[in-house]
């Protein structure tokens, strides 16, 4: 049997992380492991590194709902395919709309319906056959070839106390006490990992169907890059003259920021300059640099905080406005070429201008180098 997951990723839905759900596979001998969470794709990182851990084939891709009701899942045949299942998911967000009933045509993907549209199936879409449903052999079948089924077993809890946490979840998401909880609101109390003797019934019973759940599995082949493939490497144009020009700008800070027979704090930037420029970083602290100056162009006041404030070149780029030498703030706190993490800076604007800020960005880097970082509120 196959297993097509949601993980905690799904809000106030599923109860695994990716790591958990990598893990539960691994019991159960699965080589195969579809993660495809409810209007989210946040797991997807996890899951593929946890998944390649235990040598487990990872399968990624969404489930689109509105709600609780399934419109389609769609899965990432490739990396076109993954494009286009999360361009589809920044459409919605950015508009506001809910899920499409029927999947619009997209290039290297894999759409599994739960119902049969009223357009029928095109050549990339299949129709799911629940496992657990009363009658998962359906009637409304005569017009579909067999090579278009799909079976697999959804998991989102790992047993009957993570059912009941489901149902919290879910009582938390509609704002209403356990009672007031309708089925249709929650998952199937039977969506998790099938004990042994079922597995095997199923495996029997479903044989046809897992074959060719197979073959179209086995064509999902994603790999998801990682490192600088879709980066901006330089600001100017040329990582050498970014070099210059970071140098320049730097220097005549300094000027501005200190008195011109101030030794210590040349002494310092040079030093500063030297390994922010064999490390590579010559471009972010001007791109940092163009956020801020669009910033005050514009009249809005920014404050530049954290591990960031301990760098003179920063300073005299006016990123920050505290002063490293009086206050004796150690540069290597903020980079050095031991730290394993790459250095970031803190910028606050105002709630009332930040989304202009944002906006310049966008616009300023091309939406194909820019992107949006979140952090998830949980129950812990």
């Not at 109860?15 to 691994?26: D, H």
């Not at 609780?68 to 076109?80: G, K, R, V």
């Not at 950015?94 to 029927?102: I, S």
Request: charged share 25%.
């Amino acid at each position: 049997m196959y297993y097509c997951c949601h993980s905690h990723f799904s809000l106030r839905y599923g109860t695994l992380s990716p790591e958990a759900l990598a893990e539960q596979a691994t019991k159960l001998g699965a080589d195969t492991l579809i993660l495809a969470d409810i209007n989210n794709s946040s797991g997807i990182f996890s899951f593929i590194r946890a998944c390649e851990k235990r040598g487990i084939h990872p399968i990624v891709g969404i489930d689109f709902r509105r709600g609780t009701d399934h419109c389609f899942t769609a899965l990432a045949a490739n990396e076109t395919g993954f494009y286009h299942i999360c361009k589809l998911l920044t459409e919605m967000s950015l508009n506001d709309q809910p899920a499409p009933r029927k999947a619009p045509l997209m290039e290297g993907t894999i759409i599994a319906y739960s119902k049969l549209p009223r357009e029928g199936l095109s050549e990339n879409e299949y129709l799911l056959i629940n496992p657990l449903a009363p009658s998962p052999l359906r009637t409304d079948l005569h017009n579909i070839h067999p090579d278009q089924l799909l079976c697999w077993q959804q998991i989102t809890f790992p047993d009957k106390r993570g059912f009941q946490l489901h149902r919290l979840l879910r009582c938390i998401d509609l704002n209403i006490v356990g009672s007031k909880l309708p089925d249709s609101a929650r998952s199937d109390h039977r969506a998790t990992p099938p004990d042994p003797e079922q597995e095997k019934e199923w495996n029997k019973r479903f044989d046809q169907l897992l074959k060719n759940t197979r073959k179209v599995l086995e064509s999902c082949h994603f790999r998801l890059q990682t490192g600088s493939v879709n980066n901006r490497n330089s600001f100017t144009g040329s990582p050498a003259a970014d070099r210059e020009l970071l140098f320049k700008l730097c220097r005549e800070g300094l000027k501005l920021r200190y008195s011109s027979a101030d030794k210590r704090a040349k002494e310092r930037l040079e030093k500063e300059l030297q390994v922010i420029d064999r490390l590579g970083f010559s471009t972010y602290f001007l791109i940092t640099w163009d956020i801020v100056r669009y910033a005050r162009t514009s009249g809005f006041y920014h404050v530049g905080r954290g591990s960031g404030a301990n760098s003179i070149a920063a300073y005299c780029l006016y990123i920050t406005d505290v002063d490293p030498l009086e206050l004796d703030l150690y540069f290597e706190r903020f980079i050095n070429p031991h730290r394993t993490s790459p250095p970031d800076f803190d910028i606050d604007f105002s709630w009332n201008e930040r989304d202009q800020v944002t906006d310049y960005v966008f616009k300023r880097y091309g939406e194909e180098h820019t992107a949006l970082l979140a952090t998830y509120n949980t129950f812990g």
